[in-house]
């Protein structure tokens, strides 16, 4: 057991052959524990839904491995990726992609209905989470009578019905305003950090830099230098890890935006509240 | 698995309500061709015996070779009778004069079974007499209530059998049929007219209390030379084939118009439904759905066009049914088992190829479609 949810090795993406041949993506590797929000940005036609369509089983990788909870599914054939999908993974869209023809709640309870739940179990389940998700009055809405907003609490919903280890969102909020794009990110982080669930989300949106754990930038099919983000534990900032100032406890290692807040969290301020070392 | 199959199956049919209406409206206008011509076809088979299953006959007694009424000309000498009269099993025999002739009354003509009957039978007379009498005598005729009412004659009138004007003596209901009516004469005049002397066509016969009609028509063939003796519904079913068999190549026809016309609308209905579905399938394939699953929506869908299609082409047949006869039209419709099964069948088929093609276009949807930007829900 590796300890990660998901685990990408040296993974390439080739379309066609011989000279005309394309790498949409080329030996990239990454790792996703538990509980990480892991945002991966870049510039159109990097190979982002490329690599996410492979971390989810929908496109297999030329060459390298793909695992999730140390099971190589690049390895499986097609017959087993259908139940891989169900199960270990939830998929969030940018253009949400729920059945138009069934209501808020069949949406949700129909894929918990595909992994074997009973009719009535589904529905109990589904309708557990669209109220953590604040959707209780909407269950007997089609999907055309939600906001963008609701629509994408729904694909959430969905996503986590059935309990997957990894949900993957692709531009989760480019269709949302920037006050319902950040409410998104919020619960997708809040559904990594209180589920236990990896996050994987490709986005363009750099307002949503701050919500992630570790920030990846693909460019030309290959990762680039990666940006990796921590939040300070005393004013809740984002920092980048590779600047920011740190400090040791319980053998984990902590980030902070200053040397004041690093004084603060170790007890070191002093008592009139203001850090020379930081001014 | 059931669950979600016929959510969607039934969801999907229904988002395009004008779609489903204009689908179940199509599988049901071409399977009411099939149904519909199967019960003219079973109605007019049924009436066409008629006559001879209401002849109070259990044998029928004809010439040798002739085993029908239709078409047919049967010549026996009149000492037939007695002979047959004397056969084991036999308790009555009757002769009757039969010949297929054009009728005609205030310039309406129709074809039609002219029947000469003796003035004392009890058999090969008219089951059921509206008014008037039974056996006409000489210089009558007694006609069916159908020619009747378009001719605009009733007893008192005239109609023209054989060339000679007769007074009609009674009306007959239930005989006639879509493709001809049935009129009696008396034995005399019809032996006259046609100078038939000592000539009978047909004798009926009564068995005896106990005795098959089997046994008797082979006592009545081995006693009995230059004859052909058949049981009552063996010459009624002679009758029905012999009819059968000219009207089989349009029959076959029509229902394979029908059949077509079917599995036309209901594969367009269907591959219409799957191409608008494309991105909603690859979603499904996405999210971890079978092919099984999904091949099994298209199935579904494509039955219930065609279920929903038979019922309406079923009720729109039974309504035809019961309007035609009240519109007074000499048709009689009749759905027999045999023909629902037939077309429940042809109608199964048809869901099963609807769908072959838009199956075909569920298994090769990439579920990476899910990644591709569009206008989705």
């Not at chain 1, 993506?25 to 036609?45: C, D, F, K, T």
């Not at chain 2, 002849?55 to 026996?76: E, K, P």
């Not at chain 2, 047909?202 to 004859?227: H, W």
């Not at chain 2, 499904?284 to 099994?296: D, F, S």
Request: glycine share 10%; charged share 20%; net charge neutral.
């Amino acid at each position: 057991m590796t300890g990660f949810t998901l685990e990408v090795r040296d993974v390439t993406k080739r379309y066609g052959d011989g000279p005309t041949a394309v790498s949409a993506v080329r030996g990239v590797s990454l790792a996703v524990q538990p509980g990480e929000v892991v945002l991966i940005m870049g510039p159109s036609g990097s190979g982002k839904t490329t690599l996410l369509s492979m971390m989810g089983a929908l496109l297999s990788p030329t060459s390298g491995t793909i695992s999730l909870d140390g099971t190589v599914i690049s390895a499986l054939g097609e017959g087993r990726l259908p139940e891989i999908r169900l199960r270990k993974f939830g998929f969030i869209f940018q253009d949400f992609n729920l059945l138009s023809a069934l209501s808020v709640l069949e949406n949700v309870a129909i894929v918990a209905e595909l992994a074997g739940h009973k009719r009535g179990e589904a529905r109990e389940k589904a309708t557990q989470i669209l109220t953590e998700l604040g959707l209780q009055e909407r269950l007997r809405f089609l999907p055309e009578k939600l906001s963008g907003g609701e629509k994408q609490r729904v694909a959430i919903a969905r996503a986590l019905v059935n309990d997957p280890a990894l949900l993957l969102a692709d531009e989760p909020t480019a269709n949302l305003d920037s006050a319902i794009g950040h409410e998104i990110m919020r619960i997708l982080r809040r559904v990594a950090k209180e589920k236990g669930r990896a996050v994987v989300i490709v986005s363009h949106d750099q307002r949503i830099r701050d919500i992630a754990d570790r920030v990846l930038w693909l460019e030309d099919g290959e990762f680039a230098e990666a940006i990796e983000l921590a939040t300070d534990p005393v004013c809740g900032m984002s920092v980048e890890r590779a600047k920011a100032t740190t400090a040791e406890r319980d053998g984990a290692t902590l980030f902070f935006c200053s040397r004041g807040c690093r004084a603060e969290f170790l007890g070191q301020l002093p008592t009139d509240g203001i850090d020379p070392a930081s001014a | 698995m059931n669950g979600p199959v016929w959510l969607l199956a039934r969801r999907n049919l229904l988002r395009s309500r004008v779609r489903f209406v204009a689908s179940i409206g199509g599988v049901a206008l071409a399977l009411s061709l099939v149904l519909a011509l199967n019960a003219i076809v079973d109605g007019v088979s049924a009436q066409l015996t008629s006559y001879i299953d209401q002849s109070g006959a259990d044998v029928w007694v004809a010439q040798t070779g002739v085993r029908n009424l239709h078409m047919a000309a049967s010549s026996l000498p009149d000492s037939v009778v007695e002979a047959v009269r004397r056969a084991p099993g036999v308790a009555q025999a009757s002769p009757i004069l039969y010949a297929t002739e054009t009728i005609s009354a205030n310039g309406q003509r129709k074809i039609a079974y002219v029947i000469g009957l003796p003035s004392d039978t009890t058999m090969g007379l008219p089951a059921t007499v509206r008014s008037g009498k039974a056996i006409p005598g000489r210089g009558e005729a007694v006609v069916a209530e159908d020619f009747a009412r378009q001719a605009g004659v009733g007893v008192g009138g005239e109609v023209t059998i054989f060339g000679r004007d007769l007074r009609i003596a009674g009306i007959s209901v239930g005989e006639g049929n879509l493709l001809n009516t049935v009129a009696f004469v008396s034995f005399d005049d019809f032996a006259s007219v046609r100078d038939v002397a000592h000539v009978v066509s047909f004798v009926l016969v009564r068995t005896t209390p106990g005795a098959s009609a089997n046994a008797v028509t082979k006592a009545i063939e081995q006693s009995v030379p230059g004859v052909t003796a058949l049981g009552r519904s063996a010459f009624a079913q002679e009758e029905r084939q012999l009819v059968m068999a000219m009207a089989g190549d349009v029959i076959t026809m029509m229902n394979a118009i029908g059949f077509v016309v079917g599995l036309a609308v209901v594969a367009l209905a269907v591959y219409v439904a799957t191409l608008a579905g494309r991105r909603e399938y690859g979603l499904l394939k996405a999210l971890g759905a079978r092919g099984r699953v999904l091949y099994g929506v298209v199935l579904v869908q494509a039955g219930l066009s065609v279920a929903v299609g038979f019922l309406a082409a079923l009720s729109f047949t039974a309504a035809l049914g019961l309007l035609i006869p009240a519109a007074g039209l000499p048709l009689a419709l009749s759905i027999e088992p045999a023909s629902l099964v037939t077309v429940a069948v042809v109608a199964t088929v048809i869901a099963g190829l609807a769908s072959v093609l838009p199956v075909r276009q569920v298994a090769s949807i990439d579920p990476a479609i899910v990644f591709k930007r569009g206008v989705a829900p």
